[in-house]
T-cell receptor, first 113, second 110 residues
């Protein structure tokens, strides 16, 4: 049973395109996150949702728009993709807040050409 | 703001002990996590320290000193499969946010 799943695993696209990454967790957790991990392996938080409500937005460009249709899903839509968006994007979930262990999805490797 | 420092890379021998240090500066400290990340994979949870002292979990132990803003991860009886990046992460403030350090890439050699 997959705990946190992401699709797609790989995404190669041209500059200027719009793309979406989907995340689902079947752990019953109430908090979900999106992280960006760049080529230097620095894992940086982008967004956090708690019970479908946005609670963290780390000064991410407006081109990035998260959506949480329910507490088991957190999707990430990116408009007008730029070269600097190339990275691995990880979704994660936790129950009861950031004091608890986070479970990460397998990651989506985005390459913008 | 927050500042989390870890060595970039370390090398250790199979069967040996290695200590990976993490120093942090933050306000409203709540706790410190260690995660392991193998190349091409997702981070996985190792430990969470809230109080000062050493917590042992099998071959891995984690230490925290809140007054010094310092933590370390101790790996004993190193195995080749321990080659990975080790991420120190701080939970602070009232928000549901954990800030990660840049990670320490550990290479275990025969």
């Amino acid at each position: 049973d997959t705990a946190v799943s992401q699709t797609p695993k790989y995404l190669v696209t041209q500059m200027g395109n719009d793309k979406s990454i989907k995340c689902e967790q079947n752990l019953g957790h109430d908090t979900m996150y999106w992280y960006k991990q760049d080529s230097k392996k620095f894992l940086k938080i982008m967004f956090s949702y708690n019970n479908k409500e946005l609670i963290i937005n780390e000064t991410v460009p407006n081109r990035f728009s998260p959506k949480s249709p329910d507490k088991a899903h957190l999707n990430l839509h990116i408009n007008s993709l730029e070269l600097g968006d190339s990275a691995v994007y990880f979704c994660a979930s936790t129950q009861g807040g950031a004091r608890n262990e986070q479970f990460f999805g397998p990651g989506t490797r985005l390459t913008v050409l | 703001g927050q500042n989390i420092d870890q060595p970039t890379e370390m090398t250790a021998t199979e069967g040996a002990i290695v200590q990976i240090n993490c120093t942090y500066q933050t306000s409203g400290f709540n706790g410190l996590f260690w995660y392991q990340q193998h190349a091409g994979e997702a981070p996985t949870f190792l430990s969470y320290n809230v109080l000062d002292g050493l917590e042992e979990k099998g071959r891995f132990s984690s230490f925290l000193s809140r007054s010094k803003g310092y933590s370390y991860l101790l790996l004993k009886e190193l195995q080749m499969k321990d080659s990975a990046s080790y991420l120190c992460a701080v939970y602070s403030g009232g928000y549901q946010k954990v800030t990660f350090g840049t990670g320490t890439k550990l290479q275990v050699i025969p």
